[in-house]
Every structure is written in C-alpha cells, then in structure tokens.
C-alpha cells in the first residue's frame, strides 16, 4: 500500500466507527501561545479534553505536525524527523479503553493485514499511580502474554504538565528485525534500544488529574488521544527498515539525486540526501501557510531549515540554490489531502529561491570567517564570535555548531545567548500581548459558551451586556473600578485581526462616559476583549451599558485598509499576478503593506504603481462587502492570502464591478474581515512614505491614506512656505535651491576634511599621537583624528600606515557620545579584528573586521582616558 491507500485507509476505518473526520489544523496552532508549532494530532483539541468545549464526543485526523527539538540528528538516524504526519483518533468522553484497543489491533491486523506475530504492546506497570490491570486485561484477550511489557512512568504514563489532566498509555510495536540476534532483545524485549522493536502508535488513556501535592483523583470525564506516525506505519506496511525509504520520502530523494549529480553510496551523501528531503518538505509547508524566514521564533526555525539543507546540498558539490527545484516532487506526494500547496507553490518556490540565494551569497563569508576563527582558536569559540556570524551572516548557530562539532572544537553556548538577549533588549522585541499564563484563563471563559457577536459592520453604536469581567492579570472580578478587560454579549468595536488594530471609543452609562476603550482584541474563538480605563464609577457584571466607537479613528482606519487593497491591486497590475501579501498593518494614523517579490520596483515601476493606485481613488468605485460560500473564491478567482484560515461563508471585498453585479469586472476582490469606506473616493489621497526591503524577496510599502494623507499634504505645503521664506525663494524653486546649497556644502566638506588630513597625518609630534608597546611584540600607534567624520577614519589610517610601516595604526574620534576607531595592521603582524575587539571591550562596545583591517565602537572617552586603558589592556 503507497502512503495515500494508507492516510485514506485509517480515516475511513474510524470514520465508519462513528468518529467525524476533520481535517488536519494550521501548523501554526491558533490562539493557543503556549507552542511553537503543532506537534501532536491533540492540539487542536486542546479545548475538548478540558472539557471546556463539548460541541464534539469523537474525532480522527491525520494531523500535519513539526518537532524541532532534534534538527541536528534529522539525517543521521532512522528514526528522527522534523516535518510528519500524525494520524490519530480521539475521545473525549466517549469510548474509552476497551474500544481504543480493539479498534486499534483490528485496523493494524485486519485492515492492513501486518503479521500479528510481529506486534508488542506495553502498559503502565504503576508508580505514580496504581498499575493499569484494565488494559492488561483487555491485551490479555487479544496477544499473548509474553508480549505484554509493563514499563514505567517515562514510557508509558503521559501529563500534561506538573498539574492537570494526565494518565497510562499502551504503545503498540513493531518487530522490524525478527530474525535479528540481538542478545538484550532476549531480556529486554521491546525496550531495547537495537532498533528492532519500533512503537508505532501510541494509545493515552487521560483518566486521571495531578493535583499540587502530588495526589490523583479521578477526572469526571475520560478521554483516548491516540497518536500513530504515518512514516513509521508506512515503514511497516512496506516492510523498510526506515521512513526515507518509504514513498514520503523516496521520491523527492530520487529527485535531489539529479540535481546534486550523486547516487547516494556515501554516508556524506546519504544523509545529505535525508536532510534535503527531510527540511524540505517541513519548509514547503511551513511557507504554504503564510510564515517567512527571518531571524526570530517560527521564522527562524523555517531559515534553518532552509539553510541546513542548502548546506549539505553545498557539502556534496552543490554550489548554487536547487531546493525551489523540489518544490514540485514534494507537492506530487502530498498534493491530494493538501491541496493548498498547488494553491500556493508559486509563493513556495519564490521564498524558497530568495531565502537559499541571499544564503549563498553570506556562505561563503561566514565560512571563510568561520575558518578564521578555527585557524586562531583550535579548542574553543567564544559566544560572542557564533553570535557575529548569526548576525552578521546569518548563520544560524546550530549550523556553527555542527561545523566545529565535525572538527571536534566547542563553542561556549551560554556567552551566545547572552549576546542574543542582549540584542533582543535593544531591539525591544514585542512579546505576544497574551502570554502562556493567560491562556488558561481565556480559554476557561470560552468553555463557559461566553462569545461576542459583533455588530460593528453596521453600527458604531450599542446597547451591550456585560457578560465577563478580567483584571490586568487576567483574573476573572465581578466588576472593575481600575483598567481591565471587558466582554459584552454584543460590540461595535472590531477586534485585532488581518493586521487591522482594534477600534478604541467610550462605554457610556445614563449618558455619562464611565471608562474609555483602548483596545479591542479577539484572542480565542469568539471572545472580544475591551481594553478598557475607568474613568468614572465602575462596570459590573450584568450592567447593560452604551458602546461607542471613536468616528474618527475608524473612519480613519478604514481609508488605511481600502487603501491597502488599492495598492496590492495596483501592485499585480505593475507587477504582475506573482506579487503576494506577505503582511499588513492598518491603524488610524498609517498604513503598512508587505509584499513578495523577486527584485526591487524600479523608480518608474514605482511612479506606475502609484499612479494606478490614486487613478482607482480618483474614479470613486464602489466598496461593497458580501457574505458567500468559500468556494466562491476560486470561481471568482479572489485573491486569497498564502496560509490564512478562512471560515466558510467568508467576507468578500470587492472594489469596482458595480459591486457584486458584475464581480468579474472589478478593480480588487478579496476575502477580508476589516472595515472599509463605501467608495474610493473617500479615501481622498495615498502617498508613499517609504518602499523599502524587509528580507530576501520581501519589501515593505510605508503610506498614508484619507485624512492622514491630507494631513501630510497640508503639513508639508505649510513647511515649503515655511523654507520659502526663510531661503527667500519661491516654494517651486525649493529643490533648486536646495541642490545648490547642498553642493556647496559638499565642497566645503571635501575641503575641510583635505585641511584635516593634511595637519594630522603632517603633525607627527602632536599629542594626539600616543605609542603603545604591545605584549605580544610589536607597536600600536594610536592618534585622535578630533572632530573627524567617522568615514574619514579610515583614509587617515591608511595616510598614518604609509608613513610608518610595520606598526599597526588606530586611530579614533569622539562624535555624539560615541567614540569610533579604526584598526589597520600589516602583512604578518597581528590580527586586527581580535585587537579591535578587545578595544572596543575596553568602551562597552562592539568592533570585529578582517584580520589587516577592523573597525569598532562604544562610549566616548577623554583621549589620555582611553589610551590608558589600551596600555592597560594590551602593553
């Protein structure tokens, strides 16, 4: 049976059990901020095994899943994967033991017919809790004894965590190698770790909650969360020894066989081989749903993916980008149940060619500095040198880290992430505005059925009840005389979503303002929370209350995201229909719109875009929204974003075609949640503030719209009065003017930087002259080149070392707070980087660069201050 007979198979078997087959979520799991990725089929049931939801008794999946805990063995082993599938089936209340373990050894025997002499079960054999006789029991009548295993809590007792919901599993395992004679297997039997017994599936009996001391107590209501991966039940049925050799992976390594010119006979190659196939199908499905390589949390999972893989394509001779290559062989083994890859391989394959391109252009960089690094420090990296080269190159440190590991070198871990937070702090990276603790708070209050309706499509205005109550700890109150959160039974205000923020106002009472809304957020299913700020009494729950919108910041909004869906119109018109959304951010103020794209617009490209952009303004077109059947999508062919999850019937926005009578006639239609204006012309005027890159292939437009934009214009023809005036010349003659005024300042530049050149590098005896005798032998000449431009720094290093050979030349100046230096050396002599590095150590700074030549900075010092620290340092 090929991998597809057997995905149909077990969902078709549970189903004619009377289990709904739903299918796999997003591997990005939704409103859950506790994880990462989806790594078990249960995630996305997390809210019916807490009894919180009980709109489902059953369910089978086959679920995508991705674990990253293990990248740096995918390709070593036969048993470690990133990207796989999970199928499982799940009760939840419902049937329990008796049925989960018939039902499982009838589908493994009877339905895919493995020999039923080749399959061991385990149970829990107690500890924490009493020995799980019942499913001893329920085995007992099934397989014979001597292939019953009872093990212990690291095998086969599963928790959700310190505390909570928790209980026995019963695995099921294979026997791959029967005929093997391995001499533990005969006393150890399936825990031994040879490789011949594999488990396959495993059966959770959640029957039991783990209170804070420890104790267990019954929990009311019994669930089955099984968990079967496809790969290793496709080595069983096909009787291979590991997943690559199965048909989810034997294909695309036939293909990456061509590409990279090997046959696979080397251990280099072979598990070159694996790793390609492996981080390819993980990185086709993560971009399929809309994520992009970067250097932060899922991003940068996806980026190390990619470039593990280029690495070892790299390794066997490879030498330009290929993964965009497989695209289409990946998408042959999975397009039937997944049929958005078809959907979106465009996107697939342009992300992939971008990331592994802009991967190959820092490689060889990062390596020959890698090498560097290895040449001067044979036993050990320092943390901060990997971190260079994460942020420098983009190298990611798991990949420093393999490389040394190969030439047995260590790399102090704890210093590199030292540097990393570091680096996070002043980059002031946003945290998720809910975070883990509140996630069970939430989700209590929408297994209490609480939900929002919202109304604001229609009114900005309403009469609402207060049905739900948090502090700004998330802690459920009866009421609130200080900032929290509120939840109405009905709203005006929309929620964050799409990358619109949430609309702000008042909650009135009797007509007096009693608390002004800041922020309106949807963080799981239906609950839309009020960020709100007492201002007068207190809301409590039960009070029926008035709800207003602030007019002018949502008309504002609105104008910013009809604007957003002119210039992504006006993009695929310039552009072409290849031009994806990669991102957006709407708010009253401003407009940001991301976008794929495999170079820069030129300047006239840019003129055009928006060009076309303010012609659809200027032609006043309809904006009408209408409710229709998803698959109404692909009839009308509206432009859907790569990996959003769209609910069915789905929001349309259509813009031209006289609205929905004539929507294939139209200027933009897409599936959108967000508020609009009723026609173009309201949104008045756009203008680009700024076009910029965002990464490898994506760039980022800047602008403002509606009354923001008029704003601008009117702010910016004040200011050219203001210039006029004070330059005494007309507005219109103000880019004239300035031209000359600013060449006549780069001449002066020019001269006085020529002046400075000449006194310093002639002016030998000046004290701004200072000569250090190094320890290591040698001299370092230092001069403060005051009042310098820091580019000129390293001219003047250059004029100082023509006029002293054989001595390494710094030189600095102080600037704004800063002190900024440069580091020169000479064939032979010593490394310049490592120097800088340390002077810069010297300032709290940073510094690094080639070993003749390295620059650095940090906090500004007195001249003698600093040249006392370097004899300090290095005499």
Not at 91 to 111: C, N, P, R
Not at 324 to 332: A, D, F, M, S
Not at 642 to 662: C, M, Q, S, T, W
Not at 819 to 842: E, H, Q, R
């Amino acid at each position: 049976m090929k991998s597809q007979q057997i995905r149909n198979s077990f969902l078709k078997y549970f189903k004619s059990r009377g289990l709904p087959v739903l299918p796999s979520s997003s591997l990005v799991p939704q409103g859950d901020p506790t994880l990462l990725f989806t790594a078990a089929g249960m995630v996305q049931f997390k809210a019916n095994f807490l009894g919180l939801d009980k709109s489902l008794k059953g369910a089978t999946t086959c679920q995508k899943c991705l674990r990253t805990t293990d990248i740096d063995n995918v390709g070593f082993t036969s048993r470690h994967l990133t990207f796989f599938e999970m199928l499982g089936n799940f009760s939840f209340g419902d049937y329990f033991k008796k049925e989960a373990i018939a039902w499982a050894w009838d589908y493994l025997t009877k339905e895919l017919g493995l020999d039923a002499r080749r399959l061991y079960v385990s149970i829990y054999k107690g500890g924490i809790a009493p020995r799980d006789a019942e499913a001893y029991n329920i085995w007992a009548k099934i397989i014979s004894k001597d292939r019953i295993f009872e093990l212990g809590e690291k095998d086969n007792f599963w928790t959700m965590g310190p505390t909570g919901p928790c209980g026995p599993c019963s695995e099921i395992y294979y026997d791959f190698t029967p005929t093997a004679a391995c001499p533990e297997c005969q006393t150890k039997g399936i825990a031994c770790d040879c490789g011949r017994f594999v488990e396959i599936w495993n059966l959770v009996f959640t029957q039991f909650n783990r209170l804070e001391d420890g104790s267990l107590e019954p929990l009311p209501q019994k669930n089955i969360d099984t968990g079967m991966g496809l790969e290793r039940l496709c080595m069983a049925v096909q009787d291979v020894k590991n997943p690559f050799d199965t048909d989810l992976f034997v294909p695309i390594q036939e293909h990456a066989k061509k590409i990279l010119l090997v046959e696979g006979k080397t251990a280099l190659e072979t598990s070159a081989l694996r790793i390609v196939a492996d981080h390819i199908r993980a990185a086709v499905f993560l971009l399929s749903e809309g994520l992009l390589p970067s250097n932060e949390g899922r991003g940068y999972i996806l980026r190390r993916l990619i470039r593990r893989a280029a690495r070892y394509g790299k390794l066997i001779g490879r030498e330009t980008p290929f993964l965009n290559e497989l695209v289409p062989t990946v998408i042959g083994v999975f397009h039937e149940i997944y049929p958005e890859l078809i959907t979106n391989s465009a996107h697939i394959i342009l992300a992939l060619r971008n990331e592994e391109t802009a991967f190959f252009k820092t490689l060889a960089d990062g390596e020959q500095r890698l090498q560097n690094l290895i040449k001067n420090s044979p036993s050990k990296i320092s943390g901060q040198e990997a971190f260079y080269l994460y942020e420098t190159y983009g190298f990611p440190f798991e990949l420093t880290k393999e490389i040394l590991a190969e030439k047995g070198i260590a790399v102090d871990e704890e210093s590199f992430y030292a540097a990393q937070e570091k680096a996070k702090i002043s980059s002031k990276v946003e945290v998720d505005k809910f975070e883990k603790e509140k996630a069970t708070a939430l989700q209590a209050l929408a297994g209490k059925g609480l939900a929002s309706t919202f109304t604001g499509y229609q009114n900005l205005t309403e009469e609402a009840k207060v049905i739900a109550l948090l502090n700004k700890e998330y802690q459920p109150v009866d009421f609130l005389d200080q900032d929290g959160y509120a939840l109405f039974d009905k709203t005006p205000f929309y929620a964050e979503s799409g990358g619109q923020i949430g609309d702000i106002g008042t909650v009135e009472k009797d007509n007096e303002t009693i608390a002004r809304v800041l922020d309106t957020q949807k963080p799981l299913g239906q609950l839309i929370l009020h960020k709100v700020a007492i201002s007068k009494g207190k809301i409590s729950l039960g009070n029926t209350l008035t709800l207003k919108v602030d007019e002018i910041a949502r008309f504002r909004t609105s104008s910013n995201h009809t604007a957003v869906h002119i210039i992504n119109a006006a993009l695929k018109k310039i552009l072409g229909d290849s031009v994806r959304q990669a991102g957006s951010y709407v708010s009253p103020e401003k407009l940001r719109f991301d976008y794929t794209t495999p170079q820069a617009p030129t300047t006239a490209q840019l003129g055009a875009i928006w060009g076309a952009a303010n012609d659809i303004i200027a032609r006043n077109l309809k904006v009408e929204a209408q409710v229709r059947p998803l698959s109404d999508a692909k009839e009308l062919k509206a432009t859907l974003l790569v990996g959003e999850k769209y609910v069915d019937p789905a929001r349309f926005l259509i813009i031209g075609g006289e609205g929905f009578k004539n929507p294939l006639d139209r200027v933009s239609l897409e599936l959108c949640g967000g508020t609009h204006v009723k026609s173009t012309g309201e949104v008045m005027a756009l203008r680009l503030i700024k076009d910029s890159a965002v990464s490898a292939g994506v760039r980022r437009i800047e602008a403002i719209a509606g009354l923001s934009a008029v704003d601008y214009l009117k702010e910016h023809a004040n200011t050219s009065l203001v210039l006029g005036k004070l330059l005494n010349v007309k507005p219109e003659d103000l880019i004239k003017k300035t031209e000359t005024l600013l060449k006549a300042e780069k001449d002066l530049k020019k001269e006085i930087a020529d002046l400075r050149r000449q006194l310093l590098s002639g002016n030998c005896a000046s004290p701004a002259r200072e000569e250090i005798a190094l320890k290591d032998g040698g001299t370092l000449l230092a001069f403060n080149a005051e009042n310098t431009e820091i580019k000129e720094l390293r001219n003047l290093a250059d004029g100082f070392a023509a006029k002293n050979s054989g001595k390494i030349i710094l030189v600095s100046t102080d600037k704004d707070g800063r002190k900024s230096f440069v580091v020169k050396s000479f064939a032979g002599g010593p490394d310049a980087g490592k120097l800088c590095k340390t002077i810069a150590g010297l300032v709290n700074g940073s510094g690094g660069g080639r070993a003749e030549f390295a620059q650095g900075g940090g906090v500004a010092l007195p001249w003698q201050e600093f040249c006392a620290k370097i004899k300090a340092a290095l005499s």
